[in-house]
């Protein structure tokens, strides 16, 4: 199983400066994947929670595809409704090219209601325009000349050159815990990136409504690439209160253990405090990422 970080692309932590630090971290300590996140219009709501500076994830990522040699980098996860897809899809393929196919694309319909009146996208319909953008952005990148008719797009005869480097086209991970974003993850998707999960939840409840889902669509099952918290503590929290990654070290590599067993084959590291400042100091992320990391390669 794989392990990836997720990157923090907003707020006073977000520097240039820092950006290359965590892209040496990462690629030194081994780290398979090296993700971040998307907004546009950084309006109220989304200030309260991701705060200004918001470095967009595609500038940043082509950035860090020559800052990095190894890890995969990608999005947890565009916000596919705020974009056209023929522009999500070409600046996905141009960093897949950039990276030698190192490009995750994680997909979302967004939450932030203000954002989408701020853009001029109808939020009650984000589900449904992110359906279509998915449906076009695999036509752009599995075609050279691709056209696509749909009810919030329409394109003919549109030449999408450079094509990614990895084929079919670059893994799509489906956020989202409803039954509509896991019949996205069947439809569209490679994976499903479900974020801060508890282990019961997954194992006894989504997991087995994934499978149904995946049944009823015909479609083999995504594969499981949660994103989770890592909040590491000196003592043991009770599990009736707790989300996976969060506790003593020995709960954090159960729950990866967990994982793993749950068939997962890469688990985001999230180590974003929520607030802001405390993610100014970058060591104290790095003790818990390799404190975490090193006691779960010893398992294997």
């Not at 006894?204 to 409504?209: T, V």
């Not at 070290?249 to 802001?276: F, M």
Request: glycine letters at 8%; a positive charge.
């Amino acid at each position: 199983m794989k392990l990836g970080i997720n990157l923090l692309n907003f707020g006073p932590a977000a520097t240039p400066d820092n950006f290359g630090k965590w892209a040496r971290f990462a690629e030194d300590r081994g780290f398979d994947a090296l993700m971040i996140s998307d907004h546009v219009a950084v309006t109220l709501e989304v200030q309260s929670r991701y705060p200004a500076p918001f470095y967009d994830p595609f500038t940043l990522l082509g950035w860090l595809a020559a800052m990095t040699s190894r890890v995969e980098i990608g999005t947890t996860v565009t916000i596919l409704p705020y974009r056209h897809p023929l522009q999500t899809a070409r600046m996905a393929a141009n960093i897949d090219v950039l990276s030698g196919g190192r490009f995750i694309l994680g997909a979302g319909v967004g939450w932030a209601k203000q954002e989408f009146q701020a853009l001029g996208v109808p939020f009650e319909r984000r589900g449904a325009i992110a359906n279509e953008c998915l449906a076009a952005i695999k036509r752009c990148w599995t075609e050279d000349v691709a056209s696509y008719e749909g009810r919030f797009f329409s394109f003919k005869d549109v030449h999408t050159g450079p094509r990614p480097i990895r084929q079919p086209h670059p893994p799509i991970w489906i956020g989202g815990s409803s039954d509509a974003a896991m019949q996205r993850a069947v439809r569209f998707g490679d994976a499903w990136h479900p974020i801060r999960i508890r282990i019961d939840w997954l194992r006894d409840k989504a997991l087995p409504r994934l499978r149904e889902i995946a049944a009823m669509e015909q479609r083999p099952v995504p594969l499981l690439c949660p994103r989770i918290l890592v909040d590491v503590r000196s003592e043991p929290l009770p599990g009736e209160k707790r989300v996976a990654g969060q506790g003593s070290i020995d709960q954090i590599v159960a729950d990866l253990k967990a994982l793993s067993d749950l068939g997962a084959t890469c688990v985001l590291l999230d180590t974003y405090p929520g607030n802001p400042e405390d993610a100014v100091s970058l060591e104290p992320h790095w003790r818990m990422l390799d404190a975490v990391a090193s006691r779960r390669r010893t398992l294997g």
